[in-house]
């Protein structure tokens, strides 16, 4: 009996030398606008890359030199592929409606000249690696059955003997 003790302690042990976490990716995007009329900006950090039609409040954000309360990205629009809103309650909304959607979705730097006197616009798309710890729940079941079954067939051994 000792020795099924022994054994179902090492592997507890070892269960929980074993219990990794997996980090999950973080995405930043920038965004400026340089023209004569001013700058509009935001920064924002989200948990998933922006790949479909969304809404957020920014981590930062100016349109026509005041604050601003969120963002809109909108893809597939008509007639332009792509849409970014940015705006508020107080100061009202700026779109900008003339973006490819890899303007928004290509990591790293995106820039988008509308003509020789400006806008100019870059957005910043950046892969922010293991920030986020994410669980692994089904690594521990799987570890744990084993582990189980382990036990199983040492006990099954020692009934024997």
């Not at 099924?4 to 269960?15: G, H, I, M």
């Not at 990716?25 to 400026?32: E, G, L, N, R, V």
């Not at 779109?95 to 979705?105: C, E, K, L």
């Not at 616009?121 to 089904?138: C, R």
């Amino acid at each position: 009996m000792r020795l099924n003790l022994r054994t179902l302690s090492a592997a507890a042990v070892l269960f929980a030398a074993m219990i990794v976490t997996a980090h999950a990716d973080t995405f930043s995007y920038a965004f400026s606008e340089a023209s004569f009329l001013g700058t509009d900006a935001f920064t924002y950090t989200s948990p998933t890359q922006i790949l479909t039609t969304t809404t957020f409040t920014p981590d930062t954000c100016s349109v026509f030199g005041g604050a601003c309360s969120f963002v809109s990205f909108t893809f597939g629009g008509v007639p332009y592929p792509a849409v970014l809103e940015i705006g508020s309650a107080v100061a009202g909304y700026e779109g900008f409606q003339f973006f490819p959607v890899s303007f928004f979705t290509t990591i790293g730097t995106n820039t988008q000249d509308v003509s020789a006197n400006g806008p100019y616009y870059t957005m910043t798309v950046t892969d922010i690696p293991g920030t986020t710890v994410t669980p692994e729940p089904s690594t521990f079941i799987f570890l744990g059955t084993g582990i189980l079954g382990l036990a199983g067939v040492a006990r099954r051994k020692f009934l024997r003997i």
